[in-house]
């Protein structure tokens, strides 16, 4: 189903609020810009979907095995999965856990996570920025540009209570 610009920010209005007011006080990485994320248009739909240029927002959580994100996404639920690839945009109204890779790709891509994560590996590759707002757990943090500990320590100013087992600046081999 196909929704306008202004019913998407009825659906998420108090979080992008949120997310606004944490960009204004500068507690966030990156901001999220939503205007650039649905700008060819609004799908939603209950599970990710084989969208490609169009954003997608998924009113529901999402379960599955592998997810890759090559559309700009916005959930509004939890995602747990083994396997999540991004190469655009992703914004998680709740909670993500992924018992594999989290692996990012390339700016101005960024992955919001407003709950509780629980990764195994996250990877941002490219500049790539992983916000994780909800605190949680991450086995290993690898960012590329050697970004970690500066993106932690603006984490925890924002509150974010995230607990990083290693840190990386090296990319694992494919």
Known sequence: MATTLDGL????????????????????????DIEAMFQHGVVEA??????TKKGTLITGPVKQKIWDVVAPTWVIGDVTVDSLTMTADLVIDGALTVTGDAHGQWEPNVLTV?????LGRAIMEGQFIMQFLGGGT??????????AD????????SGSKLKVGTKSDKLPKK
């Open 9 to 32: 920010r009825k659906k998420i209005g108090p979080t992008l609020e949120k997310l606004d007011e944490m960009d204004g006080e500068a507690q966030l990485a990156a901001p999220v």
């Open 46 to 51: 209950t599970a990710p979907t084989a969208e």
């Open 114 to 118: 407003l709950g509780k994560v629980t």
């Open 138 to 147: 991450i086995e290993t943090l690898i960012d590329d540009e050697g970004g």
């Open 150 to 157: 500066e993106l932690l320590e603006l984490l925890a100013q």
